[in-house]
Every structure is written in C-alpha cells, then in structure tokens.
C-alpha cells in the first residue's frame, strides 16, 4: 500500500542480514509498492547490493519474489568533505559501479536515481553528520558545487531522475539546477517553505516529505497545512530517510520503512484526503517519475 522514495537499507539493519530479511518480510505484509534504497557514497553499490541478496537468501522463494517487484536503488555521493575533496576520482568511481551494477542479472535493471546528491550547509557536531565550521572554507564550498553538478550531468547522460539533497542552501541548490538545465528527480525531505516549493515545482521537480513533518509546533502547525497543501497530488512523495527521522508517535527511535504509515495518516489528514487516496498519488508519481509504467 506505501511507497517509500528514500532509505538507507543496509544502516537501518546494522549490517545484519537476519534482521534484513525480518523487515523485508514486514514490508511484503505491508504491501510494499515502492522502496528505494539510496546511495551517499561512491563505494557503496556493490556492498548495497550484496547485503540485500544476503538478506533474500534467508527469505522464501515466494516472498523473494515479492522484494524483487519494488525494490530498487539510487547511486549518488553525499557531500561528505572528504569526497568533496577526492570529487573528481569519486564521480569517476561512481561512473564505473554503476556500470558494474547494470551488469547484474538479477537487480540490473533496478538503478532508477542518482543520488543522494546535492548541497548541506548545516553543521552541528552533535547530529550525525559530525560536520563542523572547518567544513566550510571556501575551497570546500566550491568543491561540493563542482560534485553536485558532476552528478547533476551523470544524471542527463545516464537520463536517470536526481535525489536532491538540500539543507540550508535553498539558493545556491537553485543555482546548480538552472546551471546544469537537468529538472528531473526529488527534492528530498523538504525542509523549505511555500516559496521555495513554487521555484522548485515551476522547474518539474517532485517534492518528497518524511517524519520531520509530524514534528511541528503547534506554532507553525497552520503553516505546515498551507505546506502540505500547496504540493500538487501530481508532484508529492513521501519517504522514511530510514534509519532517521522517524516520525511521531516513534520520535527517537531508528525509523524504518515500516514506519511510513504515520506520515502518510499526517499528510492524509491535513490534505483532507483518506491514506489510501493519497497512496494512490504517491504510487502513480513514482511509476511516472522511475518510469516504471
């Protein structure tokens, strides 16, 4: 019934495949139509794929069947300083596994995205990005640009839709869409307002939302309505950012696809519509965004 645009498998089993194969076996009852299983680093996708076929091994054939009908997985680098710095051999890399991944006889045809790519100019040492003041020089500035529109013209090369990342950095994001010309993806747990909603939608992206939205106070809960109700039934996603964010009643606890359910009740109840008319919404953006009609 749920479709999940944006997860981090592998994190949110802590590596262990037996507790892989229990949440993939939670999604197959909970209907699963869509999940997507995101990319942050150039090294990634072989690992990625590996535990997931770690996990179906320990699963039924019948119920195998059922993961290989809706998962599927994005490559992309996330703006760590580090490959900021390397951005150049990373995207290289990134070119080269992709390829690679392609090749695979049994998810090959499952690359649907790049990304997570984009821009953060948040820091706070206590979140999990650990990044800090230093991360943000201007070389490294420059750098992390340079890495997005590398991706952003992989992406029109490869003509695959783009997971944007963006954090604080509503106009230079902007800046890199319109340089690049490539209007095609996600922008992912949107963190902006109505404004930033209308440049973002009047260019052709798609706007995902996940748990952080069941956080508003009471303070900004009619601005968050005008939000979820501004973003057309045509253009709206929704995803976990499993193992983060997870939403309200579950605030603090890892998150995992499982837990989509609340967000959509959330975006359901203020849009005025019931779970399962916007299910059928989200459903048909991600068959029309992946090309999977």
């Not at 997507?36 to 590996?50: A, N, P, S, Y």
């Not at 680098?77 to 695979?104: N, S, Y």
Request: hydrophobic share 35%; glycine share 6%.
């Amino acid at each position: 019934m749920y479709s999940d645009t944006h997860f981090h498998f592998e994190g949110l089993c802590e590596d262990d495949a037996q507790k892989g194969s229990q949440i993939l076996l939670q999604m197959n009852e909970q209907s699963t139509v869509f999940g997507l299983d995101i990319g942050t680093k150039c090294g990634d996708m072989e690992e990625r794929l590996q535990f997931l076929k770690e996990c179906l091994g320990k699963m039924p054939e019948d119920e195998r069947k059922k993961v290989l009908s809706y998962f599927y997985f994005s490559a992309g680098i996330w703006p760590d300083p580090d490959e900021i710095r390397e951005r150049k051999l990373c995207v290289q890399r990134l070119g080269e596994e992709i390829q690679k991944f392609c090749a695979d006889d049994l998810f090959g045809s499952h690359l649907v995205a790049i990304g997570e790519c984009g821009l953060d100019h948040h820091w706070n040492i206590n979140n999990p990005d650990k990044r800090s003041q230093d991360d943000f020089t201007d070389d490294l500035i420059e750098g992390e640009r340079e890495l997005f529109l590398m991706q952003l013209e992989l992406a029109e090369e490869l003509k695959l839709p783009v997971v944007i990342h963006s954090r604080d950095a509503f106009e230079e994001t902007l800046s890199c869409l319109d340089e690049a010309g490539w209007h095609n993806g996600i922008i992912h747990c949107y963190s902006y307002g109505i404004d930033e909603a209308r440049e973002f939608l009047n260019r052709g992206w798609y706007i995902a939302l996940g748990g952080a939205v069941t956080y508003t106070k009471k303070s900004k809960i009619e601005e968050m309505h005008e939000l979820l109700n501004f973003i057309p039934r045509d253009r709206i996603l929704l995803e976990t950012d499993a193992p983060y964010l997870s939403p309200v009643p579950l605030r603090g606890q890892k998150n995992t696809p499982l837990n989509i359910r609340h967000t959509y009740e959330f975006i359901a109840s203020h849009r005025g519509v019931s779970v399962e008319e916007l299910s059928a919404d989200v459903d048909e953006n991600v068959r029309r965004l992946f090309k999977l009609i």
